[in-house]
């Protein structure tokens, strides 16, 4: 059976960024040269804020007590799954040492990056989840210094649920800056701080363009696009659950793909039907996001069996993709393509958002077909090392010496050589090679 969109999306999610790599490449210019009195300026202008930029602790701790005590219960439970999850990811890498030949000694460390940059919007919605996934696995990493980073809000400041969560995931700064100005800030090592080696954490377009420019000079976790969201469904899908976790995604943002993959036409029909229904009963400002998105770049897609719709789904490389189908292990080993995988409606991505523990900070616009979302490895450089005795060195000499000469790199060769004329006077060493000039 040929692929058949029941549903075809009129735009796509990539944008023109032109005007905005323009804008953020001067404000990182004029903070890099203005330092912390630009950065003021900029948060002033853009965040409407002249209050402290470095939170106190009788700051921290005024926001908190403002934060209701079931809320903290929720943001506690929260933290100790991704937190467990986290620690069980730094588990799976380590130091490494191999003997590869007799004297030859090879090694591995994991070194968690000096000072990590977590920036955490809290523009429209107070992002709280967005705190504990890049501030936890940070300091689950081991990173010595930690800076959390969000917007504050005109004559307010930063939120104090995210002050809260900050502040319990083990933020050793938090800067109340918003935008370009806050990456920029930890970037460069304003307030005291030291300069970021690694930058994470969702945001704007302006955010994630400061991100793009910097990069190379810092760590980054990823190029953050629009969220995205596919969900693969057969006959055994609740369609009420389907057209639900659809709406869910979509909310995120006028421009937040949203995907319907089955092999069924009827549960494909009632999903369209019902989707609209379950948009015009959000509030606002979602409701206008979710049309937005359902109407312009959502899509559902008609397969003829199950292969083909895991080719769909891999072909798409969701940032999330949900799994509502039979045989769920066949899935898991099946599908190779995607940010995050949830099986099985006692799974949604909305769990995956905020509680249930690995990470969601993850790859968008394809990006998961060459990479994973954000862990305590991005925090971490996998560094080798290596030693030898003598005698194990001799033969990688030997080689080395060939192989540089046939390459044209004499100079490498006398590296070798050096070391086997003092090691061993007097041999004879054949270190020429064919070919070589």
């Given at each position: 059976?040929?692929?058949?969109?029941?549903?075809?999306?009129?735009?796509?999610?990539?944008?023109?960024?032109?005007?905005?790599?323009?804008?953020?490449?001067?404000?990182?210019?004029?903070?890099?040269?203005?330092?912390?009195?630009?950065?003021?300026?900029?948060?002033?202008?853009?965040?409407?804020?002249?209050?402290?930029?470095?939170l106190t602790r009788d700051e921290i701790d005024a926001a908190a007590a403002t934060?209701?005590?079931?809320?903290?219960?929720?943001?506690?439970?929260?933290?100790?799954?991704?937190?467990?999850?986290?620690?069980?990811?730094?588990?799976?890498?380590?130091?490494?040492?191999?003997?590869?030949?007799?004297?030859?000694?090879?090694?591995?460390?994991?070194?968690?990056?000096?000072?990590?940059?977590?920036?955490?919007?809290?523009?429209?919605?107070?992002?709280?989840?967005?705190?504990?996934?890049?501030?936890?696995?940070?300091?689950?990493?081991?990173?010595?210094?930690?800076?959390?980073?969000?917007?504050?809000?005109?004559?307010?400041?930063?939120?104090?649920?995210?002050?809260?969560?900050?502040?319990?995931?083990?933020?050793?700064?938090?800067?109340?800056?918003?935008?370009?100005?806050?990456?920029?800030?930890?970037?460069?090592?304003?307030?005291?701080?030291?300069?970021?080696?690694?930058?994470?954490?969702?945001?704007?377009?302006?955010?994630?363009?400061?991100?793009?420019?910097?990069?190379?000079?810092?760590?980054?976790?990823?190029?953050?696009?629009?969220?995205?969201?596919?969900?693969?469904?057969?006959?055994?899908?609740?369609?009420?659950?389907?057209?639900?976790?659809?709406?869910?995604?979509?909310?995120?943002?006028?421009?937040?793909?949203?995907?319907?993959?089955?092999?069924?036409?009827?549960?494909?029909?009632?999903?369209?039907?019902?989707?609209?229904?379950?948009?015009?009963?959000?509030?606002?400002?979602?409701?206008?996001?979710?049309?937005?998105?359902?109407?312009?770049?959502?899509?559902?897609?008609?397969?003829?069996?199950?292969?083909?719709?895991?080719?769909?789904?891999?072909?798409?490389?969701?940032?999330?993709?949900?799994?509502?189908?039979?045989?769920?292990?066949?899935?898991?080993?099946?599908?190779?393509?995607?940010?995050?995988?949830?099986?099985?409606?006692?799974?949604?991505?909305?769990?995956?958002?905020?509680?249930?523990?690995?990470?969601?900070?993850?790859?968008?616009?394809?990006?998961?077909?060459?990479?994973?979302?954000?862990?305590?490895?991005?925090?971490?450089?996998?560094?080798?090392?290596?030693?030898?005795?003598?005698?194990?060195?001799?033969?990688?000499?030997?080689?080395?010496?060939?192989?540089?000469?046939?390459?044209?790199?004499?100079?490498?060769?006398?590296?070798?050589?050096?070391?086997?004329?003092?090691?061993?006077?007097?041999?004879?060493?054949?270190?020429?090679?064919?070919?070589?000039?």
């Amino acid at each position: 059976m040929t692929v058949e969109y029941l549903k075809k999306a009129s735009k796509t999610s990539v944008s023109d960024a032109s005007d905005v790599r323009e804008t953020v490449l001067n404000i990182l210019g004029e903070i890099e040269a203005g330092g912390e009195a630009a950065a003021r300026a900029y948060a002033d202008k853009f965040d409407k804020y002249d209050g402290n930029i470095v939170l106190t602790r009788d700051e921290i701790d005024a926001a908190a007590a403002t934060v209701p005590e079931k809320l903290k219960d929720d943001i506690r439970f929260a933290h100790e799954n991704i937190r467990r999850f986290a620690e069980a990811q730094k588990e799976s890498i380590g130091d490494v040492e191999v003997e590869i030949r007799p004297g030859l000694i090879a090694g591995q460390k994991a070194i968690p990056c000096n000072a990590a940059g977590c920036y955490v919007p809290g523009g429209r919605y107070a992002h709280i989840a967005s705190a504990l996934m890049t501030l936890t696995t940070a300091r689950v990493a081991g990173c010595p210094n930690v800076v959390a980073c969000s917007p504050p809000r005109p004559g307010q400041g930063i939120h104090p649920a995210i002050v809260y969560t900050a502040d319990l995931c083990g933020a050793d700064t938090i800067l109340a800056l918003g935008g370009v100005q806050g990456v920029a800030a930890m970037a460069f090592g304003l307030f005291g701080l030291p300069k970021a080696d690694i930058l994470v954490g969702p945001g704007n377009q302006f955010v994630a363009e400061a991100k793009r420019i910097l990069f190379g000079r810092v760590g980054i976790d990823m190029i953050a696009g629009p969220t995205d969201s596919l969900v693969i469904a057969d006959d055994s899908a609740d369609a009420e659950i389907v057209a639900a976790d659809l709406v869910g995604q979509a909310e995120h943002g006028y421009n937040s793909p949203v995907w319907l993959v089955t092999d069924n036409r009827p549960l494909a029909e009632t999903v369209m039907a019902r989707v609209p229904e379950l948009i015009a009963a959000l509030p606002e400002p979602n409701k206008s996001s979710a049309e937005a998105a359902w109407r312009d770049y959502a899509e559902v897609i008609l397969c003829g069996d199950r292969e083909e719709m895991a080719q769909v789904a891999d072909d798409t490389a969701p940032e999330h993709l949900t799994v509502l189908a039979r045989d769920l292990d066949w899935w898991l080993d099946r599908l190779r393509c995607y940010g995050s995988l949830f099986l099985g409606e006692e799974t949604t991505v909305a769990f995956g958002d905020k509680a249930s523990g690995p990470n969601h900070v993850l790859p968008t616009s394809g990006a998961a077909r060459y990479t994973g979302g954000l862990s305590v490895h991005k925090y971490m450089k996998l560094v080798t090392w290596q030693r030898a005795t003598r005698d194990g060195a001799r033969p990688i000499a030997e080689a080395t010496a060939r192989i540089s000469r046939l390459e044209g790199m004499e100079g490498h060769a006398r590296t070798a050589d050096i070391r086997l004329a003092k090691w061993y006077p007097g041999t004879n060493f054949d270190l020429s090679a064919e070919d070589a000039s």
